[in-house]
């Protein structure tokens, strides 16, 4: 699609111009860093969209024991039941999809992000940060291509520390959501595994990708934690 390589392209000479401009302050992990950069800086602009779906989800809480008495109300009268949800989001001033377009909003964003450091061709040219490394581990290779060979050297050391601090943003998205969830609820076992996703993913993408889900992750998480705040109970 010429739209979204050219969006792509742009991209990717945007972090190659910051990867240059950091070399002097973070000689041997500029694109590394860059990647970082980058990426807090696309979540930073999307920031709005995540606090209209965070108010989504927030609406859609307050409604949910409303919205459970109707459907017990009307297990039998499925008309009835979507003339009676209608008017309580319009009586509430909620839409029943609050918090889902903000968040589909953001996924054409996400994925150049994941194309631009997982990709080794760009816009018809070479992905130019794949060829960059991070204590000697090239950002284009995965785990399993330096681990393998050499698991004690400098470079396997960044996989490892990567992996490590990975699974530690996911063992604090897993506490948060398990503290979250009702108790007893079905598959709330698998659900806080979910963000071991990010663990088990950075095994087999390039090393780029994996630093880019680190930053993403993390700040998903501390996104979470401001704007997921559980709301007070009712006295």
């Known amino acids: 699609m010429p739209v979204f390589d050219a969006v792509l392209s742009h991209a990717h000479d945007l972090v190659w111009t910051l990867t240059q401009a950091l070399a002097p302050l973070v000689p041997g992990g500029a694109a590394a860093a860059a990647i970082v950069v980058f990426t807090m800086a696309v979540r930073l602009s999307l920031l709005p969209l995540s606090i209209r779906a965070a108010r989504g989800a927030r609406a859609r809480a307050r409604l949910a024991p409303q919205i459970a008495g109707l459907r017990r109300r009307y297990a039998h009268d499925p008309v009835r039941l ?20 903000p968040s589909l909003a953001q996924a054409p964003f996400f994925f150049i992000m994941y194309r631009l450091f997982t990709a080794a061709v760009v816009g018809g040219r070479e992905n130019l940060l794949l060829a960059q490394s991070l204590l000697g581990a090239p950002l284009g290779q995965n785990f399993a291509g330096v681990v393998v060979s ?52 950075a095994l087999f993408l390039p090393l780029a990708a994996g630093i880019y889900l680190l930053a993403t992750t993390a700040w998903s998480a501390a996104e979470r934690a401001v704007l997921h705040r559980p709301l007070p109970a009712a006295s």
């Open 150 to 201: 050499a698991p004690f050297s400098g470079p396997a050391l960044a996989f490892y520390a990567l992996l490590a601090l990975l699974a530690l943003v996911a063992w604090v998205s897993s506490r948060r959501l398990a503290a979250a969830l009702p108790k007893g609820q079905p598959g709330g076992g698998l659900l806080r595994l979910l963000p071991f996703g990010s663990v088990a993913a």
């Open 82 to 101: 979507q003339r009676e949800l209608a008017a309580l989001h319009r009586a509430e001033g909620v839409s029943p999809a609050a918090g889902c377009l």
